[in-house]
DNA sequence: ATAATATAGGATATAATTGTCTTTTATTTG
DNA sequence: CAAATAAAAGACAATTATATCCTATATTAT
């Protein structure tokens, strides 16, 4: 609804890394996507743009997996990954689906439209792997149900 | 982003309704098409949805066409719309995806994310067809461009 | 070096959404 | 009543998003 279904799992994925991270644990593909309740080979794909981004690390062969350096899990902010996966039509798209969203010539919805995006975006940019991985490592949030 | 096409679509409509039965005309779907500038026939499927759900009201034949009663306009919010044309997912589903969005077994972003989508529930509640129409009605907001 | 392992990448399949076209039904006017 | 008009309905097509499968590449351990 407000994140594709790539970007759920692209975010879930990362921070499952990052929570294994903490305990230097490196984690494959198949491990993450039972954990989080993925689609396995979809969620490879969307690893991969985590990787190309240079938002999770990968490495191949055996002992390899996925892995988050420690100071990339508070620089990484949730708006990387979303810009990553699904682009930043999040930030400039107009909510009526006009051509674009403009100030000058706006859609009925636009003031109070920007207001809702503009606290979204402000979460968003916010809000890093880290905090997000410690509630899970205390047991009080959960990556799947 | 936030609504699909349809639904996108299908406020664009309403509001053009809106603003023409404030003159007491009624339109046709392809006026509406034509004046919000969307696909005609796939604008005339998401007017039959708003039909059935009393959204807006329609007759056929000669001189019919969409229209909406002057107190429809105040009593008709947009989470009416939303609700007709994309379910509650926007309401109900977990930004992150799992299965359903419960405070008891909630995912990382759930506190986040629910501070964002109350107020996006607020102001779809609160706003009107007829306040939405009353922008363009003087020139300061667009459906079109 | 070789075998084993794990990610990367490409091709393909399935499902959902978006969009079109044609026929039917209701209503109004002459 | 007949003709014209406009929405309703259903079948179909195109596009995009989601998901799977198979092969290639890199790395590690033996
Ligand atoms: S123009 Fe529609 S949200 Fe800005
Ligand atoms: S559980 Fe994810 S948003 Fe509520």
Chains 1, 2 share one sequence.
Not at 17 to 29: A, D, G, I, Y
Not at 41 to 54: D, E, G, P, S
Request: glycine letters at 6%; a neutral charge.
């Amino acid at each position: 609804m407000m994140f594709s279904k790539a970007c759920e799992y692209g975010i879930r994925a990362a921070v499952y890394v990052t929570l294994q991270s903490l305990e230097e644990r490196r984690v494959s593909f198949n491990e993450i996507a039972k954990e989080i309740d993925s689609p396995i080979a979809f969620t490879a794909k969307i690893l991969q743009q985590l990787t190309r981004n240079n938002i999770i690390h990968s490495v191949k062969g055996p002992t390899g997996g996925f892995e988050i350096e420690r100071e990339d899990m508070d620089m990484v902010k949730l708006s990387m990954i979303v810009k990553a996966i699904d682009g930043d039509k999040i930030y400039t798209g107009c909510g009526l689906g006009l051509k674009e969203c403009n100030a000058q010539k706006p859609c009925p919805l636009h003031d109070k439209f920007l207001d809702i995006r503009t606290d979204l975006r402000n979460m968003l940019e916010s809000t890093s792997l880290f905090e997000l991985a410690t509630g899970l490592e205390v047991g009080l949030t959960y990556l799947k149900r």
